[in-house]
């Protein structure tokens, strides 16, 4: 790691914000190897002990995402209270610390995002990211007249669905885009809508894409992408 100014070291760990750093370091609060600082000109790396108020401040992690094609009835959680088998049971210990983005239900395959920070993950999800995600949906049967209110945003029991792009692949699939995110959105919409699924699969995360990878595996996703998805954030 390249040598830092300090208050961008302590607003990378998360610990407080580049100013609010400026003043913790005015105020005498910082000490970098046991030395009191007293000017936010002073550079650090991971090498040198940094203290606030006779805490240290650890360099936090940096990000990494990972896609995991998450096998069918699996849940998506680290424990499951009726004992059905969990995505952390289909990957190697040493994967099983990072977090799920978002949520696949028991019965929907494909495309799941891990990462090694929690913030990131909540911030993928947000409503207001407008993340599009893409799905195959099985069906077992498809009435292109009323797939029109789920293109056009639809309310059912009480609850407003966005507008979804839906395109007719065959007579019995559908590649379905939302970006709102809902819980079972797609099967409460489409059951709605005369087309009950018969199978979900998730095939893309916005410009992340599940391609060829075979299932119960992980890939790590290239630090640009990543980069990329955080600008949009």
């Not at 400026?22 to 940094?50: H, M, Q, W, Y």
């Not at 999800?125 to 498809?142: E, F, G, Q």
Request: charged share 25%.
């Amino acid at each position: 790691m390249n040598k830092i100014r300090i208050a961008k070291f302590i607003a990378d760990s998360g610990v407080a914000s580049r100013r609010q750093a400026e003043v913790l370091i005015a105020s005498g609060r910082v000490t970098v190897n046991g030395v009191v600082i007293d000017t936010p000109v002073t550079f650090v790396d991971d090498n040198d002990k940094i203290v606030i108020d006779g805490a240290i401040v650890h360099a936090r992690e940096k990000t990494e995402l990972y896609i995991f094609h998450k096998p069918i009835n699996t849940m998506t959680t680290m424990r499951d209270p009726m004992g059905r088998k969990t995505i952390y049971d289909c990957m190697p210990p040493e994967y099983k610390k990072l977090k799920y983005v978002g949520r696949l239900d028991y019965k929907t395959s494909g495309l799941l995002l891990l990462t090694n920070d929690g913030d990131f993950a909540r911030r993928l999800t947000l409503p207001s990211s407008k993340i599009p995600r893409t799905y195959i949906a099985t069906v077992s049967r498809i009435d292109n007249i009323r797939l029109d209110a789920a293109r056009n945003g639809i309310t059912v029991d009480g609850i407003k669905y966005r507008p979804m792009h839906i395109d007719v692949i065959d007579k019995n699939k559908l590649r379905v885009t939302v970006i709102e995110g809902k819980k079972n959105e797609i099967r409460i919409v489409l059951r709605a809508c005369g087309c009950p699924v018969t199978a979900l699969h998730r095939i893309s995360f916005g410009p992340i894409q599940l391609g060829n990878l075979s299932v119960g595996k992980i890939k790590k996703i290239e630090q640009k992408t990543i980069d990329a998805l955080l600008k949009t954030l």
